[in-house]
């Protein structure tokens, strides 16, 4: 197959985002297929603005589309993102096309934008910032199909009718290889861990809310913060008497720094109101943590008790603190849910997922060629 990728995030395999879309365009050409894979840089107007990039990625992907795709022999149209509403709505009536056009979601917009209204912490609608509700979900709605990274944010489209069943694929983020087939370690020490950037939609009203008091109830554990930036700064945040038991990793490489951190936390606690998938939350399973996460994204298909401990409701007062609480005092259960989750990672491999993804494209593409034909 010929696919022509854009991609609304950097080409920069140190972002999850960068990584998930990267890692597809190495492994299907690995598998014998001709992939263009372009980023912002290569189609943005005014790239490096900070001002209305939504819109200027959506004019962008269309114009980029409309000029590589006259008389061109491509099999699939792959965008990233619903900034492709545009080229997706220019294209899809087109009645000289001969292509799969698939909007390759790494977390739908339209899904996050509503449980954030609903938590009251979405940002109100500029110009430069319109609601996602509006426009992006042309992207996934006039598409041929759609793929996304968890089966929360499949169950979502198919509720809402963007696409038929059958024209949804839900892909799990594949692990580094790095991650998979690490020694199950269960002996940790009291350590508490997060991971991630420091934003509202990753739940840091409850971390900053709950984990002084968790760690006042229990004297003996610690917190240690991961990837939260350099401008973090924990006293900020915490009470003075709980930072001696806080420490903070501004940022860590993925696959070497990372893993040695997860292997030290005998919790990973995820209270995000929302998530595509939740790397985090995969990566530290594969390194024997056991995991207390909101029902989001890739968390949503876990066990309860068996794989994840459950901050459910999100947000509510009190989830994250029983949750933690849970583990603490139940050896037994910390060990179950560790060893659960461990296991259950070790599927998500990049040979397994390319070979999923390369099917469903070839499948779809044959549709659309006969329909169009």
Not at 348 to 354: E, G, H, I, V
Request: net charge neutral; hydrophobic share 45%.
């Amino acid at each position: 197959m010929k696919i022509l990728t854009l991609a609304n995030t950097p080409l920069d395999t140190r972002s999850g985002s960068g990584y998930v879309i990267c890692g597809y365009a190495e492994r299907l050409r690995a598998l014998g297929h001709q992939v263009e894979l372009l980023g912002p840089s290569d189609f943005e107007p005014f790239f490096g603005a900070r001002r209305a990039i939504r819109h200027r990625q959506a004019i962008g992907m269309a114009l980029e589309c409309l000029d590589r795709l006259g008389g061109s022999d491509i099999d699939v149209l792959e965008l990233y993102g619903a900034e492709g509403w545009l080229a997706t709505t220019l294209l899809a009536a087109s009645g000289s096309r001969r292509f799969l056009i698939v909007a390759h979601s790494n977390g739908l917009e339209t899904h996050a934008s509503e449980l954030l209204a609903k938590a009251g912490v979405a940002d109100p609608p500029r110009f430069w910032r319109p609601d996602p509700a509006r426009l992006s979900a042309l992207a996934f709605r006039r598409a041929d199909a759609l793929v996304t990274v968890s089966r929360w944010d499949a169950e979502w489209a198919k509720a809402r009718g963007y696409r038929p069943a059958g024209r949804i694929l839900a892909l799990e983020n594949p692990l580094p290889e790095s991650f998979l087939g690490r020694p199950l370690d269960l002996e940790r020490g009291p350590e508490i861990g997060y991971c991630g950037s420091w934003l509202p939609i990753k739940g840091i009203e409850v971390i900053r809310r709950e984990i002084p008091g968790v760690l006042n109830a229990f004297p003996g554990w610690r917190f240690t913060l991961v990837g939260v930036g350099a401008s973090f700064r924990a006293a900020d945040h915490f009470p003075a008497d709980i930072l001696p038991r806080i420490s903070v990793v501004p940022v860590a490489n993925r696959e070497r720094e990372l893993p040695e951190l997860y292997r030290r936390f005998a919790i990973l606690i995820a209270p995000s109101l929302s998530e595509s998938f939740g790397l985090a939350t995969a990566e530290a399973m594969a390194c024997g943590a056991a995991v207390a996460a909101t029902p989001v994204g890739f968390a949503a298909a876990l066990v309860e008790d068996e794989e994840v401990v459950s901050i459910d409701p999100p947000g509510e007062p009190g989830r994250l603190a029983d949750a933690v609480g849970r583990l603490i005092r139940d050896p037994e259960l910390r060990r179950r849910v560790a060893t659960g989750g461990w296991k259950r990672v070790q599927e998500l491999r990049w040979d397994r997922a390319a070979d999923r993804l390369a099917a469903a494209y070839e499948g779809w593409a044959k549709e659309i060629r006969t329909v169009w034909s």
